[in-house]
């Protein structure tokens, strides 16, 4: 054998070398590929599965949140009528602010002696005008009828909030403060009769 066949049998067998390397490399490339493509898709699966998993926890978790959060307001009054019971309740209190006042000024027996004139009642607001101003003003705030009666023009009514803010005056805790406002009121009342 000569030069030449050494030279070819070298050729054909770095050729077949070349051939399965080529093929040892390409079958670990496509080995490769499906192993990442397994990890990769095993991976994005679970990803996938992890934020269905979460998304229906939260959501559960919302939906128990919001049934037990219903169930505590409905127990602590929060319910349809929340707002008619509010109304309710705010007028009470405003009419209960307002009825010491009122009720010395209806029991006093010199009222009838002097027209109308309550000298108890006049006395009684130098301590109670505070209260009975925060009170109506309250009642004022929710009660149609007397807001119809200041728009109709009642000459009470609109003494009665022309005056209330005058318990509030820095100075209207001196007595002549709050017995000015009830003379002023109580004379206004009576001047208002003759006309």
């Not at 496509?30 to 898709?41: C, I, N, Q, Y």
């Not at 996938?48 to 919302?62: H, L, M, P, Q, S």
């Not at 009470?92 to 309550?118: C, N």
């Not at 807001?147 to 100075?171: M, R």
């Amino acid at each position: 054998m000569g030069f030449f066949d050494d030279v070819g049998s070298f050729v054909k067998n770095t050729a077949n070398d070349i051939k399965d390397t080529a093929e040892d490399v390409g079958g670990f490339v496509e080995d490769t590929a499906k192993d990442v493509g397994g990890f990769v898709d095993k991976n994005v699966n679970k990803i996938r599965r992890g934020i269905k998993e979460g998304e229906t926890f939260i959501r559960k978790g919302v939906k128990r949140t919001l049934v037990k959060t219903q169930k505590c307001l409905k127990k602590a009054g929060f319910n349809k009528n929340f707002g008619r019971d509010f109304k309710k309740g705010f007028l009470m209190t405003a009419k209960a602010l307002q009825k010491p006042q009122r009720w010395i000024e209806e029991h006093d027996v010199t009222a009838p002696y002097l027209g109308g004139f309550s000298i108890l009642g006049l006395a009684a607001s130098f301590g109670l005008s505070p209260l009975t101003s925060i009170g109506f003003i309250e009642q004022l705030a929710v009660d149609k009828d007397l807001q119809k009666k200041l728009k109709d023009g009642d000459l009470e009514t609109i003494l009665n909030l022309t005056t209330a803010p005058l318990a509030f005056v820095p100075g209207s805790g001196s007595a002549g403060a709050r017995g000015g406002k009830a003379a002023v009121k109580s004379i206004s009342k009576n001047v208002g009769r003759f006309f």
